[in-house]
Each structure stands twice: as C-alpha cells, then as structure tokens.
C-alpha cells in the first residue's frame, strides 16, 4: 500500500498486544479501540465515565464480538484518580505495550482541575505527564513498547507563559490556553526522546493529530464548529494518523502524524512537522522541570 493512502488495512496484528487508550468512550479514541480491538489488541479503555465506555464495549462488540475490552476509571483532572489508576493496572498487569494519550478538552470556560491547574493544560498536559510517568516502568519493561501523544494544528499558535501557566494573572483566552497545552504535548514527547535516548529498552515515542475533524470536543465553538462540520474530516479518517503513529512498523521516535492535504487539514496520514517552536529545547526542559514539580511525578 502506498504511504500517501495510509488506512487501517496497513495496520498489522495486534494479537496479544495491551493497549492503554485515555478518552475512549467517544470520538478519536472510541475509533481507535474499535479499530485496535478488531486488530486482536487488549483494550483498556481509561475514561471518565465508567458507564459511557460499558455502553461503547457493548457496541463494539456487536460488531466485532471477539474483541477484547476492559473499561477502568481515569480522571486526567485529578492526581488521585491519576496514581489510583496506574496503581491499579500495574497490579493486574505485567506489561503495557502501548500508551496512547488521547482524552482532552477544547476550548472551555475558564475552571480548574482539582489539583489547581487550569483545565486545558491540566488534563492535555499535566494529566497525561502523570500518568506516563507511574507507567514508564511498565513501559520500559516491555519490548518495543510505544507512548503516542494527541496534539494539534493548534499547537501553531501556542506560546506558554511558564510564569502563569494556570492564566492566574491574565485574562483568559480559552483558545490560546489550548493552542498552548497542545504545545506542550509536542514538547513532551521531544523531550522523552531526548530523555530516553540511548536507552535500548525506552519505548518508542510519537505524536499524531487529526486534523479538522468532527467529533464532540468541539461543542464549545459556536459557529467555528459549524464551520468544522463544512470542511472536517469524519472520525474514521481523524483517527488514522494516531492509528499510525501506534502501528506503523517504519515509525521512529519523535515522528509526528498528521493529515496530508489542506493545510493538514484533511486526508491520509503521514509524516507532518510541527513549528519551529516545538522544537525550542529550553522551553521543552523548563516544561520537564515545572511538570515535575507541580505533579510530583519524577522519571
């Protein structure tokens, strides 16, 4: 199959494969289970709502009623939900081959998750910091093991304030808040390669990002939404650029995902790059060390 056509036909077994996937109860991730679920993988779908991710289970397995699907409860808001989990999995689990960081919000009204940090950034980036780093153990434990992270075209018009990260100071600009958390997966997944280089048994780290695609964490956009619905891709097409970035066999730490056409906008997935800025180290480290020291998650 050509590259540039990129679908799930290329997608290889995922036969006794164990899949972490954040957000799987509806959009990019309920495609992403589906699609992995009918590959032969282990789902653990890690979703707020215990009682959404039972009733997505049951429809997948009308459709596919060999897969496997385990639905546990994560809360990317709260630490405690956080460490609860990965405590949890790493007690019945003895190996996790791939980590796909997918939940997240867009564009809310200003709140704060429990922990004090300003929502977009604490569940996108916090969230996830967190719950990578209780189940790197794990991770490093386990051959060719992979974490894939979501980010954004909104990443282009991120620039952190690491001064007032939580927008405690300023007034508060919900686009710009996810423009910059989605900055800040790009961030992460750099420096875990950075971090983890030379390391034979460091998992392999990617990111991916859809696109414009239709899903739910669009409903606070008004009529940018409206819009979406005009030029967005469907969700099947959305996904596949994280279907790729977790199975693609020629993938490569750090390689990043995205929509070919349109401004990367729509189409097939393929190697994309992100803006000059994603790559500012000083800014990826000064992430690092702020992370750590507010989650009071150490690698």
């Known amino acids: 199959m050509s590259s540039s056509k990129w679908n799930n036909e290329a997608i290889p077994s995922q036969k006794n494969k164990t899949i ?18 009918s590959k032969g993988a282990k789902i653990i779908m890690a979703v707020r709502n215990v009682e959404k991710g039972e009733i997505e289970t049951k429809k997948i397995k009308e459709e596919f009623p060999s897969a496997k699907i385990e639905v546990r409860n994560l809360d990317l808001s709260s630490l405690k939900s956080i460490q609860s ?28 998750t429990e922990d004090g940090f300003e929502m977009q950034m604490g569940t996108n980036h916090f969230g996830h910091f967190a719950l990578t780093g209780h189940l790197m153990p794990l991770l490093l434990d386990t051959k060719n093991s992979r974490v894939v992270a979501t980010s954004s075209v909104g990443h282009k018009s991120g620039d952190i304030d690491f001064e007032d990260i939580n927008w405690e100071s300023r007034k508060y600009k919900t686009f710009k808040a996810y423009a910059d958390s989605k900055l800040a997966n790009l961030y992460f997944i750099y420096e875990l390669v950075r971090k983890y280089e030379g390391n034979e048994d460091a998992p392999m780290f990617t990111v991916a990002h859809p696109g414009g695609t239709n899903t739910d964490l669009g409903r606070h956009l008004g009529m940018a939404k409206l819009l979406g619905g005009v030029l967005g891709q ?7 650029p994280t279907l790729r970035a977790t199975t693609d066999l020629q993938a490569r730490s750090g390689d990043y995902f995205g929509p070919k056409n349109l401004f990367e906008w729509r189409g097939f997935p393929v190697i994309v790059k992100s803006n ?6 000083m800014n990826s480290k000064k992430l690092w060390e702020l992370s750590e020291n507010l989650t009071g998650v150490k690698y």
């Open 20 to 37: 972490i996937i954040t957000g799987s109860s509806s959009g990019l991730g309920k495609q992403a289970a589906k699609v992995l679920a």
């Open 85 to 112: 989990f990965a405590d949890g999995f790493v007690a019945d689990y003895d190996k996790l081959d791939v980590l796909i960081n997918n939940a997240g919000v867009m564009m809310c009204p200003y709140s704060k």
């Open 234 to 240: 469907k969700v099947e097409m959305g996904t596949l």
């Open 276 to 281: 000059k800025m994603s790559h500012n180290q």
